[in-house]
T-cell receptor, first 114, second 113 residues
Framework: EDKVVQSPLSLVVHEGDTVTLNCSYE??????LLWYKQEKKAPTFLFML????IEKKSGRLSSILDKKELFSILNITATQTGDSAIYLC??????????????FGQGTILTVHP | EAGVTQFPSHSVIEKGQTVTLRCDPI?????LYWYRRVMGKEIKFLLH????????ESGMPNNRFLAERTGGTYSTLKVQPAELEDSGVYFC???????????FGAGSRLTVL
């Protein structure tokens, strides 16, 4: 059965700290790995990773994929209270009837205190 | 472009009643997906439309759930009759043909009492 596991499940830090969120996966028909941020409403897209070892960066956030060891990390440096959210990792499936189906991890709840 | 719109944002019904959730995808997105998050669990796939055709409905829990996408535009997900375990947040997502990323709606929270 396809599985995506995120750790930690929750994390509480203070502003300015750096955090690393983990995502490991065992899935069939891997196409890409996606990170989303969910605040009160819709999950919003952060990164799409398809190749190993290539870091994607957006401001204070960065992410990298290791397709050999089947995991990804999401780093947030100099955290701010606005980073408080649920961070979701999902694998985008390729091929056949599963094309486009996402398998999600449980999410990491990040709380950043002032 | 306008985002994925879902309605209602929250519905509270009693066990045995019927609820219909609606999703309007982004214009031009042939792919439309329904997902569900129940309390304490991960978001799980329900089904996938390509235009008006059901591509994959392997995640639908049982025959109390019926999804439609007549005309290949908006979609509805009907739960009839609703049970307590159907409570959760129902997300709709859409994507262009061949896309690697899905855009999500804000979700419809369903509470069954």
């Amino acid at each position: 059965e396809d599985k995506v596991v995120q750790s930690p499940l929750s994390l509480v830090v203070h502003e300015g700290d750096t955090v690393t969120l983990n995502c490991s996966y065992e899935v069939t028909n891997f196409r890409s790995l996606l990170w989303y941020k969910q605040e009160k409403k819709a999950p919003t897209f952060l990164f799409m990773l398809t190749s190993s070892g290539i870091e994607k960066k957006s401001g204070r956030l960065s992410s990298i994929l290791d397709k050999k060891e089947l995991f990804s990390i999401l780093n947030i440096t100099a955290t701010q209270t606005g980073d408080s959210a649920i961070y979701l990792c999902a694998v985008f499936h390729a091929g056949g009837t599963s094309y486009g189906k996402l398998t999600f991890g449980q999410g990491t709840i990040l709380t950043v205190h002032p | 472009e306008a985002g994925v719109t879902q309605f209602p944002s929250h519905s509270v019904i009693e066990k045995g009643q019927t609820v219909t959730l609606r999703c309007d995808p982004i214009s031009g997105h042939d792919n439309l997906y329904w997902y569900r998050r129940v309390m304490g669990k991960e978001i799980k796939f329900l089904l996938h439309f390509v235009k008006e055709s059901k591509q994959d409905e392997s995640g639908m829990p049982n025959n109390r759930f019926l999804a439609e996408r007549t005309g290949g535009t908006y979609s509805t997900l009907k739960v009839q009759p609703a049970e307590l375990e159907d409570s959760g947040v129902y997300f709709c997502a859409s994507g262009r043909p061949g896309a690697n990323v899905l855009t999500f709606g804000a979700g419809s929270r369903l509470t069954v009492l």
